[in-house]
């Protein structure tokens, strides 16, 4: 399983800190445990990293996997299997509160580096689009931290096409795009079919985009490099025969106030959490997926130089 990165905690200040890449803390598993008293912590029991991701449920064997970090009085790490913060205080449920279906999801001591364990809790689950999930930490004394989060629904979002652009000689070919209803989203692929009547069964080409693009009139823009893209991949411009889009598109609760996804932030597990009785971030991404037939202008222009 992969996961997106992570980094440590500063145990002094009892604050997240960002490395290399954001969000590390939100998506894997690499950090300590934070030491935060409860006693002083206005009612907080527990810290919450994780999110529910559509995308897995096209992927054979994938989990969807939170990681909770109890708030106590002791030191932070959790640095072997006999650690006293190695033993977990509470049962963990999630609700699709659609269908009022409850499953309790087992907890997993894991080393997540060397010297450095942590309790994650994975699940095997078909995330629904337009679903309601809640998450439930229940302490043995009957205290409960929880965190709910709605799936994005992408059914209604569509792609908007512009004409092609190319430089004088063709060797540049740009066009761009829009999601018509994509507010923010996580990361983006492009595909790329080759083939003749078949051509949407064709195995995709596919190349990664990240988080290209941004936000404006509701609507996510970006511009694609067709160009490069083909010669990025090694595909033959006479080859193409469609494309497709694969975003997967992030729930309004990641958002800050001004609208914006400010990744580095939601690193830091008071800057915007939606955790009743606790700290972090239990958020949902949904998939957003289009394919649609080469335009001829594109096609013109992708032969034109051939």
Not at 174 to 196: C, F, H, K, N, P
Not at 247 to 252: F, M, P, S
Not at 279 to 294: A, E, K, N, R
């Amino acid at each position: 399983m992969s996961y997106i990165g992570l980094n440590k905690v500063n145990t002094t200040s009892s604050r997240l800190v960002t490395g290399w890449l954001v969000l590390y803390c939100l998506f894997a598993w690499g950090c300590d445990d934070a030491f935060i008293d409860p006693f002083k912590n206005d009612g907080k029991y527990y810290t919450v990293y994780g999110f529910l991701d559509e995308s897995k449920n096209f992927s054979a064997g994938a989990r969807q996997a939170f990681r909770i970090i109890p708030v106590t009085r002791r030191a932070a790490q959790i640095s072997s299997a006999s650690d006293p913060d190695a033993d977990f205080d509470g049962r963990v449920f999630l609700t699709d509160v659609n269908l009022e279906q409850t499953r309790e999801i087992p907890r997993e001591l894991r080393e997540l580096e060397p010297g450095i364990w942590g309790h994650i809790f994975e699940t095997q689950l078909f995330v629904q689009p337009n679903h309601v999930y809640r998450l439930e930490i229940m302490r043995s004394d009957g205290i409960i931290a929880s965190a709910e989060t709605r799936v994005p629904a992408t059914s209604s979002m569509r792609i908007v096409q512009d004409m092609p652009v190319a430089n004088a000689d063709s060797t540049i070919i740009t066009q761009d795009v829009r999601i018509d209803g994509a507010r923010s989203l996580w990361e983006l692929d492009v595909i790329y079919y080759t083939g003749g009547a078949s051509c949407f069964t064709a195995s995709p080409n596919t190349i990664s985009y990240g988080r290209a693009g941004a936000f404006e009139d509701d609507m996510w823009h970006l511009q694609l490099n067709l160009s490069e893209d083909l010669a990025t991949m090694g595909l033959s411009n006479a080859n193409i025969c469609s494309m497709g889009l694969r975003a997967r598109i992030v729930d309004d609760q990641w958002l800050f106030p001004e609208g914006t996804l400010n990744l580095e932030a939601l690193t830091l597990p008071q800057s915007l959490t939606n955790v009743e009785n606790g700290y972090g971030f239990f958020g949902s991404m949904g998939l957003f997926q289009s394919d649609w037939p080469l335009l001829a202008e594109v096609d013109a222009l992708l032969n034109s130089g051939s």
